[in-house]
């Protein structure tokens, strides 16, 4: 039975393409493009991108880590206070918004001014960076 299904187009199969002359040739692109807003997942790929999207914990920093790190705030701090704006390296968590876990990021800026009460430190960049997201700062000048 197979058999008579496929000699049934047979005549077909070698015919010769027929090119239309009234209508451009659609490209591969554009013909597939006429079927993606049948997508059955919309979103979906983001979804699965986000997902994999990595994110790291906040490190917790020993006692040692935390008063070399609290001697160098008291540093910066007493530079202010000579009118001194030191330009510091510092490494800090920031929180992802979307999902658990977050980054650690390191900028080099110029300090303009600590907010000891709220233990944050205010960069030229308008950069507030909060002591407690602090993983390390080195000083690179006293200016």
Do not use: W
Not at 4 to 29: A, G, L, Q, R, V
Not at 57 to 69: A, G, P, Y
Not at 73 to 96: G, V
Not at 99 to 120: L, P, W
């Amino acid at each position: 039975m197979s058999e008579t299904i496929n000699n049934k187009y047979d005549d077909m199969i070698n015919m010769e393409y027929h090119k239309s002359n009234k209508h451009i040739h659609m490209s591969n692109y554009d013909r597939a493009a006429q079927f993606s807003p049948f997508a059955a997942l919309t979103g979906y790929d983001a979804l699965i991108g986000e997902t994999a999207r990595f994110t790291s914990e906040k490190i917790e920093l020993s006692e040692i880590e935390l008063k070399d790190l609290n001697e160098k705030y008291i540093q910066i701090i007493e530079c202010l206070k000579n009118k001194s704006y030191p330009t510091i390296s510092i490494t800090f968590f920031a929180q992802d918004l979307t999902k658990e876990g977050g980054e650690y990021i390191t900028i080099i800026g110029t300090v303009k001014k600590s907010d000891e009460f709220q233990r944050k430190l205010i960069l030229e960049n308008e950069s507030v960076i909060s002591f407690k997201d602090i993983l390390n700062i080195d000083i690179i000048n006293e200016s």
